[in-house]
């Protein structure tokens, strides 16, 4: 029995070191060490960051278990540094350097690493260049032949890091999946058809990379017809991704995650039907969940009710304050947010000029003290209504709404119907002179 288990244990042991990469960090010579250093595997599914102690040394240990390869982010200072883990090297050795315009990191005497700083290089440089043609008319045939020249550009700086590293990771699977065909770069109808065309997104391994979520927003925003209304491509780049379960599940968040974050409310609306009539399909439980909710308060849908108290105690219903008037604003936030403390404020103007011609404004802080909350509105606002929702809250309004930024902003009309769920701050300063005006 004793001869059994210690079978078990060391294949335990040799198990647990097979998935094991030790990072090793050093802060140099004229640096002040700090007590700890964060670093980050990226991961579509969550943003959880792991702290690591830093020794009198300068010294650092971090240890990543798990599927490699693996790209992480480690943050020092004001620094952001992505490197990649892989099998083919056990332990990484990173150096930190200091000086008065900041810190520089590097991964030492790592080939797989010299193949990926080229290609994390020049993939965020030619995402700097790309974005600038998300407001250009492509159709232009002067515009599209920079955005030709662009690609083309890429595809042989991905190329010659396909040549001189060859034996990578980066090379062999990154690069490959960042390239686009020759054929694809011959009209902007060719490109269309081709950008998501890319048997990466069927591969889970791209996931452990920024490369699917760049890729995604880059069509969503820049290439993709405007004019085109239908869900085609959604359903072929889903069918690419549906070869691999693993695959599957993080595309469909790196999906919601784009539109969601880029308000894109049209999509997600189709995005929510596909996952009601598709549900074997839908793998990932958590998208479909916030899918279902989302349906329940974007635009067509009647509101969800609010029932809190403001600064007096009184409590406050969404129904009624938008039934005594012609135009609502919903409004969740936070008093510590940085975006709300500039936002909420110019509110006030519009308050001021419209509360008469039929504008309220119902605005629910969260994630603070009521100090804070009462503090912020006697110094910023106006008297709209002013509702608190505690921590403590049973089934939380912000959960029902998924409020997963602040400020978040709806329009609501006089019936109590939702106008819009994903309005950015720009949209409702227009809309409500444009409805009430």
């Known amino acids: ?170 090379a062999k699977t990154l690069c490959v999946a960042a390239k686009l065909p020759d054929e694809a770069l011959t009209s902007l109808d060719a490109l269309r058809q081709q950008y998501l065309n890319r048997d990466a997104f069927g591969n889970p391994t791209l996931y452990d990379v920024a490369f699917s979520s760049r890729t995604l927003q880059n069509y969503l925003f820049c290439i993709r017809n405007p004019d085109d209304q239908t869900f085609t491509w959604f359903e072929k780049l889903m069918a690419t991704g549906l070869k691999n379960t693993g695959a599957a599940r993080m595309l469909q968040q790196v999906i919601f995650d784009v539109m969601y974050f880029k308000h894109e409310e049209d999509l997600l609306i189709k995005y929510a039907s596909w996952s009601e009539t598709n549900g074997a399909k839908m793998y990932n439980s958590s998208v479909k969940m916030r899918l279902k909710k989302l349906s329940a308060c974007m635009a067509g849908s009647p509101i969800i009710d609010i029932d809190l108290k403001d600064q007096s105690g009184v409590t406050k219903k969404l129904s009624e304050i938008a039934g005594s008037g012609k135009l609502t604003v919903l409004i969740f936030y936070s008093p510590n947010c940085a975006h709300c403390k500039q936002e909420m404020p110019q509110f006030n103007k519009m308050w001021e000029q419209y509360k008469d011609k039929g504008l309220r404004i119902y605005s629910v802080a969260f994630d603070a003290q009521q100090s804070e909350w009462q503090g912020f509105i006697k110094s910023n606002l106006k008297d709209w209504t002013h509702v608190f929702e505690p921590s403590d809250i049973r089934s939380p309004y912000t959960s029902q709404y998924v409020v997963n930024y602040t400020p978040t902003y709806l329009l609501i009309d006089q019936n109590g119907n939702i106008i819009s769920r994903f309005g950015k701050f720009d949209y409702i300063m227009q809309e409500i002179p444009k409805r009430l005006g």
């Not at 004229?30 to 020794?55: H, Q, W």
């Not at 440089?125 to 159709?139: G, M």
């Not at 002067?142 to 001189?164: C, G, H, V, W």
């Open 1 to 170: 029995m004793k001869q059994v288990l210690s079978i078990v244990l060391l294949l335990i042991s040799i198990t647990a070191f097979a998935d094991t990469i030790e990072v090793r960090g050093k802060y140099l010579t004229g640096c002040d060490f700090p007590k700890s250093i964060k670093l980050r595997p990226y991961n579509p599914m969550t943003n959880m960051t792991t702290e690591v102690a830093v020794n009198e040394k300068g010294e650092f240990t971090y240890r990543y278990i798990g599927v490699a390869p693996k790209q992480i982010t480690v943050r020092s200072g004001k620094t952001n540094y992505d490197f990649l883990v892989t099998a083919a090297e056990r332990i990484l050795k990173l150096e930190i350097s200091c000086t008065a315009s900041g810190h520089t990191i590097a991964a030492k005497d790592s080939r797989e690493n010299n193949a990926f700083q080229e290609y994390d290089k020049a993939s965020k440089t030619f995402q700097k260049d790309f974005e600038v043609f998300c407001s250009s008319d492509l159709s232009n045939n002067e515009t599209f032949a920079r955005l030709q020249k662009l690609l083309s550009d890429y595809n042989k700086t991905l190329q010659k890091i396909i040549t001189t590293h060859p034996n990578s990771f980066t």
